[in-house]
């Protein structure tokens, strides 16, 4: 992927009437369609592009030409009408030209470029009928009054647009440019294209890291702000993951590279994001239909406006009646509501990125306030995925039990056996002596003088050790403990809830929204997080295809899905859903890959986040379209009545426009 700042701003074709159509609904897929506006090939007007305000003003300084015409037209009226000193006929034609050329040479040349492919029907050619149409009959300064202010409406938009894509773009400025990697006990700078795998880097205090890795330093803290949304610092240790975009907020360390630039996971988000602009909602594709057959509606009505009085009009001046046509097509331009509908989305994508979700499309931001039932994973999703002891019972002193436990299970690398030692992390370890791990059952070795059992319930069985009945009633995984052969006690060990999982399910209840938690799990473990969550239903002991079955069944029964995952497993079942959701902080690459939304710091409250921002863009792009069509449709009827002019018709499309821009910047302003 090139980097943004490397890349030239091409001056688009803003071709508001006609867009093209993009499918609506494609796990996974990475075309790239134009979001919009048309590019004309022959069309070479670029500036070029930076981020922040250096974008904008070249977009500013690259319209001279318009700026140019603008002046002409203010000192002639000042002539005109302001001091009362008359012109002639011949000089008012000349200035008047030479300004309507220099602010819409670029739309009159598009324009015929379009009529010359036979696509009569456009912005273009309707701007340009409608100005050259106010020259025909005598109104030259009002014709390149409305070429001016089109072209400044067209600016703004521009300017909109830009800044609207601004927080997503801003994006492309955490990836560095070099890194400093270690060859031959040398430190070179190289770019981050040139780092292989297995190479070690070294990120300086304030740095970027620029490439996925292993820290093989001791420690590091690292704001990772900018691939979760949260500015909290991360401490991380030796050998824990560190990731391309994070900041190191301390001493320098050192990471080994395990990923090339180009798949990083800092990489794919960026490919995400940028794609995500590209798929068109609903709404865009309606839109974009009914603008195929509006603009010819237009037209036609403009030509009735113009003839249709020359029958039921005694006195009938084709000048005037040709006047009142040219202000109809002026006023119906919808421009205002196709560039605000996008900008729209854009925003929303953008609120969405700020607060650590990726939508890889503006479709998925309207299906995602649709949906009425959230069917989840449990372990890394509502869960944190790792093991924790949740409950120690004993009948000797509980902090030597603990102490003896977890010396011997030092010496197993197994997940339950971690959780052990990390629960006594402040007590004094013995190492084990005479170390036998049985496969399946659990640990038998010496910890001082005494012989420790550490296991499950046959572990006991095999070596004849007797334990209460009421353990094996127990639905958590268990860590049996005996000393000398004799039982002293139990610890249990679970997979720890996330802090906001309990928060998220209510919310969800409260927006409507049915819950559903399957597991691969054994299904009393299943149930009873699911209970402790207050869900609706569980499923446990499922395979992926039993995942996909039942929501299969639950798609027949016309819900409406969304499907929240981690795992490689996962993804058959997001890619099955109406929107799949991964989390992206610990998930696999593949759950990532086939999701719509992928929720980066791994919080399940952003899923609620999201239908927030999906609500919020659709309810402010439903206001957009109900304020440009209304205010178009009244002014249309005082244009072809004879009451608007060119100048209000000019001054109610651009007006309009900055009202719909203006409503779509408030989605940038929400919080959630």
Same mark, same amino acid.
């Given at each position: 992927?090139?980097?943004? +700042?490397?890349?030239?701003?091409?001056?688009?074709?803003?071709?508001?009437?006609? !867009?093209?159509? #993009?499918?609506?609904?494609?796990?996974?897929? !990475?075309?790239?369609?134009?979001?919009?506006?048309?590019?004309?090939?022959?069309?070479?007007?670029?500036?070029?592009?930076?981020?922040?305000?250096?974008?904008?003003?070249?977009?500013?300084?690259?319209?001279?030409?318009?700026?140019?015409?603008?002046?002409?037209?203010?000192?002639?009226?000042?002539?005109?009408?302001?001091?009362?000193?008359?012109?002639?006929?011949?000089?008012?034609?000349?200035?008047?030209?030479?300004?309507?050329?220099?602010?819409?040479?670029?739309?009159?040349?598009?324009?015929?470029?379009?009529?010359?492919?036979?696509?009569?029907?456009?912005?273009?050619?309707?701007?340009?009928?409608? $100005?050259?149409?106010?020259?025909?009959?005598?109104?030259?300064?009002?014709?390149?009054?409305?070429?001016?202010?089109?072209?400044?409406?067209?600016?703004?938009?521009?300017?909109?647009? #830009?800044?609207?894509?601004?927080?997503?773009?801003?994006?492309?400025?955490?990836?560095?440019?070099?890194?400093?990697?270690?060859?031959?006990?040398?430190?070179?700078?190289?770019?981050?294209?040139?780092?292989?795998?297995?190479?070690?880097?070294?990120?300086?205090?304030?740095?970027?890291?620029?490439?996925?890795?292993?820290? &093989?330093?001791?420690?590091?803290?690292?704001?990772?702000?900018?691939?979760?949304?949260?500015?909290?610092?991360?401490?991380?240790?030796?050998?824990?993951?560190?990731?391309?975009?994070?900041?190191?907020?301390?001493?320098?360390?050192?990471?080994?590279?395990?990923?090339?630039?180009?798949? %990083?996971?800092? +990489?794919?988000?960026?490919?995400?994001?940028?794609?995500?602009?590209?798929?068109?909602?609903?709404?865009?594709?309606?839109?974009? /239909?009914?603008?195929?057959?509006?603009?010819?509606?237009?037209?036609?009505?403009?030509?009735?406006?113009?003839?249709?009085?020359?029958?039921?009009? #005694?006195?009938?001046?084709?000048?005037?009646?040709?006047?009142?046509?040219?202000?109809?097509?002026?006023?119906?331009?919808?421009?205002?509501?196709?560039? %605000?509908?996008?900008?729209?989305?854009?925003?929303?994508?953008?609120?969405?990125?700020?607060?650590? *979700?990726?939508? /890889?499309?503006?479709?998925?931001?309207?299906?995602?306030?649709?949906?009425?039932?959230?069917?989840?994973?449990?372990? =890394?999703?509502?869960?944190? =995925?790792?093991?924790?002891?949740?409950?120690?019972?004993?009948?000797?002193? &509980?902090?030597?039990?603990?102490?003896?436990?977890?010396?011997?299970?030092?010496? %197993?690398?197994?997940?339950?056996?971690?959780?052990?030692?990390?629960?006594?992390?402040?007590?004094?370890?013995? /190492?084990?002596?005479?170390?036998?791990?049985?496969?399946?059952?659990?640990?038998?070795?010496?910890?001082?003088?005494?012989?420790?059992?550490? =296991?499950?319930?046959?572990?006991?069985?095999?070596?004849?050790?007797?334990?209460?009945?009421?353990?094996?009633?127990?639905?958590?995984?268990?860590?049996?403990?005996?000393?000398?052969?004799?039982?002293?006690?139990?610890?249990?060990?679970?997979?720890?809830?996330?802090?906001?999982?309990?928060?998220?399910?209510?919310?969800?209840?409260?927006?409507?929204?049915? $819950?559903?938690?399957?597991?691969?799990?054994? @299904?009393?473990?299943?149930?009873?997080?699911?209970?402790?969550?207050?869900?609706?239903?569980?499923?446990?002991?499922?395979?992926?295809?039993?995942?996909?079955?039942?929501?299969?069944?639950? /798609?027949?029964?016309?819900?409406?899905?969304?499907?929240?995952?981690?795992?490689?497993?996962?993804?058959?079942?997001?890619?099955?859903?109406?929107?799949?959701?991964?989390?992206?902080?610990?998930?696999?690459?593949?759950?990532?890959?086939?999701?719509?939304?992928? *929720? @980066?710091?791994?919080?399940?409250?952003?899923?609620?986040?999201?239908?927030?921002?999906?609500?919020?863009?659709?309810?402010?792009?439903?206001?957009?379209?109900?304020?440009?069509?209304? *205010?178009?449709?009244?002014?249309?009827?005082?244009?072809?009545?004879?009451?608007?002019?060119?100048?209000?018709?000019?001054?109610?499309?651009?007006?309009?426009?900055?009202?719909?821009?203006?409503?779509?910047? &408030?989605?940038?302003?929400?919080?959630?």
């Amino acid at each position: 992927m090139k980097n943004e +700042s490397q890349t030239k701003h091409i001056h688009k074709e803003k071709e508001c009437c006609a !867009h093209d159509e #993009s499918p609506d609904h494609n796990h996974g897929s !990475h075309e790239h369609k134009h979001e919009g506006h048309h590019h004309d090939d022959d069309d070479d007007h670029d500036h070029d592009h930076d981020h922040g305000g250096g974008e904008n003003t070249s977009l500013l300084l690259g319209r001279w030409s318009l700026w140019l015409s603008l002046t002409i037209l203010a000192v002639f009226l000042v002539i005109t009408y302001g001091l009362k000193i008359e012109i002639n006929k011949y000089s008012e034609i000349t200035l008047m030209l030479a300004a309507y050329l220099l602010a819409g040479y670029k739309t009159i040349a598009l324009a015929f470029r379009r009529i010359k492919r036979g696509d009569l029907f456009n912005e273009f050619t309707l701007m340009t009928i409608a $100005t050259l149409g106010a020259f025909y009959i005598g109104q030259y300064s009002e014709g390149v009054a409305v070429m001016i202010f089109y072209e400044i409406g067209e600016l703004i938009q521009d300017l909109a647009v #830009s800044r609207s894509k601004r927080s997503i773009k801003a994006l492309l400025d955490i990836r560095p440019d070099a890194v400093t990697v270690i060859r031959e006990n040398k430190d070179l700078v190289v770019t981050p294209q040139d780092v292989q795998i297995g190479e070690i880097i070294l990120v300086k205090a304030g740095e970027k890291v620029a490439l996925d890795g292993i820290l &093989r330093s001791d420690s590091g803290v690292f704001n990772t702000a900018a691939l979760t949304g949260e500015s909290k610092p991360s401490v991380k240790t030796k050998d824990e993951q560190i990731l391309a975009g994070m900041i190191n907020t301390e001493k320098t360390v050192e990471i080994e590279v395990r990923a090339l630039f180009k798949d %990083s996971k800092l +990489s794919r988000i960026l490919e995400m994001v940028q794609d995500a602009t590209a798929r068109k909602a609903p709404t865009q594709l309606m839109v974009s /239909k009914l603008a195929k057959i509006y603009t010819p509606i237009v037209f036609g009505l403009a030509l009735l406006i113009i003839l249709v009085p020359l029958i039921f009009v #005694s006195h009938y001046d084709f000048q005037q009646w040709l006047y009142r046509g040219m202000v109809f097509l002026v006023i119906a331009c919808p421009c205002a509501l196709t560039i %605000s509908i996008p900008l729209g989305y854009f925003g929303g994508i953008g609120l969405a990125s700020r607060n650590g *979700i990726l939508v /890889k499309g503006s479709n998925f931001l309207d299906v995602v306030t649709g949906i009425d039932t959230l069917v989840s994973d449990k372990t =890394g999703t509502l869960t944190k =995925g790792v093991f924790k002891v949740q409950k120690v019972e004993t009948t000797l002193d &509980r902090d030597n039990f603990i102490t003896m436990a977890a010396s011997l299970e030092n010496y %197993s690398t197994h997940p339950v056996a971690k959780a052990v030692v990390q629960f006594a992390a402040d007590k004094p370890l013995t /190492k084990p002596t005479d170390v036998e791990e049985i496969s399946g059952l659990g640990l038998k070795g010496k910890v001082g003088e005494s012989l420790i059992l550490c =296991g499950n319930t046959k572990l006991m069985k095999k070596f004849d050790v007797s334990f209460p009945e009421e353990i094996e009633k127990i639905v958590e995984t268990i860590v049996i403990v005996a000393i000398d052969n004799t039982y002293a006690g139990y610890l249990t060990i679970a997979d720890e809830i996330k802090e906001d999982s309990l928060q998220t399910i209510k919310d969800l209840k409260a927006l409507g929204v049915e $819950t559903i938690m399957l597991s691969g799990d054994k @299904q009393a473990i299943t149930s009873q997080t699911a209970s402790s969550l207050g869900m609706d239903k569980s499923y446990g002991d499922l395979l992926p295809e039993d995942k996909v079955r039942i929501v299969q069944e639950l /798609k027949d029964q016309g819900k409406h899905i969304a499907f929240v995952g981690d795992g490689v497993n996962d993804a058959p079942v997001i890619a099955l859903s109406d929107v799949g959701i991964a989390m992206g902080g610990l998930g696999s690459d593949a759950a990532i890959e086939t999701a719509d939304i992928v *929720i @980066q710091n791994d919080q399940p409250s952003k899923i609620v986040s999201a239908i927030k921002v999906g609500k919020i863009t659709k309810s402010i792009v439903y206001q957009n379209i109900i304020l440009a069509m209304g *205010i178009k449709v009244v002014v249309m009827i005082l244009g072809a009545g004879g009451i608007a002019t060119l100048w209000e018709a000019v001054f109610a499309d651009v007006g309009v426009a900055l009202l719909a821009i203006l409503n779509a910047f &408030r989605i940038q302003g929400k919080s959630l």
